[in-house]
């Protein structure tokens, strides 16, 4: 891991983490270029655990992003801080009652979702228990997001407009598939990803459709460079 430089915007990012394709997300879709360092997750104990990326992200998890000088942490910060620095395009409405929507579809996804599915967590389940553990709490809080979306959605989880919501919705659809979640009681759901999954932009920062690639790239040692124009994966 290569220490940072201070003008450089440096995404700290594991190739399937659903926080790290978040913030992937967000910072194509405002056209950032960006660096990705990648920290293998659950290689041997972790690189998360390393001394030195607990100095960067104290949490011992990815995302940890590098820019303006500054480091933050947590997903969610970090999008908030990219729509407040960066607003145009802007991945929030202006009507506070969609904010309002947008925000709690994040919430229900990235606190009462994700931390029930993730890697550290499912580490202290007992095996037998391992492939259910994640389908449940997927299929519970999926159950809680369709309704949502049931009157928020358009063509994407609050009306026409990407939003933060969506930054955090597609990552978790990947999720339920690798843990074998039945989405077809999810309609609106499976609406939404399907027009993200054809949105130009989200393309660009879908790394986890192109699995063979991308394994092989994100798991070298070389950092990567991606710059929105010219994308960095085909
Ligand atoms: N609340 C944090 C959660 C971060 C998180 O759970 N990251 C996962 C990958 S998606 C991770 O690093 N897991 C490794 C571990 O917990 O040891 C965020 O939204 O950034």
Known sequence: MMHKQNNETILYSYWRSSCSWRVRIALNFKEVSYEIRPIDI?????????????????????????????????????????????????????????????????????????????????????????????????????????????????????????????CCLVPQIYNARRFNVNLEPFPTILKVDHHLENHPKYKSGDHCRKLPTVTAVARSEFSLKFRYKSPPIN
């Open 42 to 166: 659950v290689k041997g104990n972790g690189e998360q655990h390393s001394d030195e990326f607990s100095q960067i992200n104290p949490m011992k998890k990815v995302p940890a992003l590098h820019i303006d000088n500054l480091t933050l942490i947590e997903s969610m910060n970090i999008l908030e801080y990219l729509e407040e620095t960066r607003p145009n395009p802007r991945l929030m409405p202006t009507d506070p009652v969609k904010r309002a929507r947008a925000r709690e579809i994040c919430e229900v996804i990235v606190s009462g979702i994700q931390p029930l599915q993730n890697v550290s967590l499912l580490k202290h389940i007992e095996d037998k228990r391992k492939r259910e553990w994640p389908k449940y709490w997927i299929t519970r809080g999926f159950t809680a997001v369709e309704k949502l979306l049931s009157s928020s959605a358009g063509k994407y989880c609050v009306g026409d407009e990407i939003t933060l919501a969506d």
